[in-house]
């Protein structure tokens, strides 16, 4: 019975301590970095060149302050290949530019798909995928999980056999959605 007693002491102290410290020692946040945070896919994907979607965040509120002058540690709003066009304006809207689109290309929402008579389960695939989407183990044949699949691209760079390829989002009930009927 003492042992439960002094754990659950230790417990609520060391909690109590935890909690006193996460007030005194809190960093404050810029407010703009966690907005676009929320707009970014949050796939750390490392295409934008950055270490992931807060840091890209981060470097692109850093290029919209009016405050600071163009240097290393910046980023376009259209940095973020994976979000294409429509994320690239969703940034200007918030930031309040104006972005010329014509370099940015986007062919829509895809998803890597394994053929499996290239695939040799060489894993390099499955060690540079940041959502650990692709299932697999040694020398055997691989496959993508549609649900965490983020579409960057970073494991078709990485097979040697060219065996994962990039397509569209097959159309499914789960994410089906009624396009727009034309204008007269």
Same mark, same amino acid.
């Given at each position: 019975m003492f042992a439960i007693l002094s754990l659950t002491l230790l417990g609520a102290l060391l909690g109590?301590?935890?909690?006193? %410290?996460?007030?005194?020692?809190k960093v404050a946040s810029?407010?703009?970095?966690?907005? +676009?945070?929320? +707009?970014?896919?949050g796939s750390n994907c490392g295409q934008c060149g950055f270490a992931g979607c807060a840091a890209? %965040?981060?470097?692109?509120?850093a290029a919209a302050s009016p405050s600071c002058c163009a240097s290393e540690g910046q980023a376009l709003a259209t940095c973020c290949l994976p979000g294409?066009?429509?994320?690239?304006? %969703? +940034? %200007?809207?918030?930031?309040?530019i104006t972005l010329d689109l014509a370099d940015v290309s986007d062919a829509g929402p895809r998803i890597a798909i394994v053929a499996e008579e290239l695939c040799i389960g060489c894993c390099r695939c499955s060690k540079v995928c940041p959502t650990d989407a692709i299932l697999g183990a040694s020398r055997?044949?691989?496959?993508?999980?549609?649900?965490?699949?983020?579409g960057c691209e970073s494991c078709v760079d990485s097979c040697p056999t060219e065996a994962l390829v990039m397509r569209p989002v097959p159309i499914t009930l789960q994410h089906w959605v009624m396009p727009r009927p034309l204008a007269a």
């Open positions: 109590v301590i935890l909690g006193i %410290a996460n007030r005194v020692l810029d407010p703009l970095e966690d907005e +676009l945070l929320v +707009l970014l896919p890209a %965040a981060a470097a692109i509120a294409g066009k429509a994320l690239a304006t %969703a +940034l %200007a809207a918030r930031l309040g055997q044949i691989h496959n993508v999980l549609r649900e965490a699949c983020t």
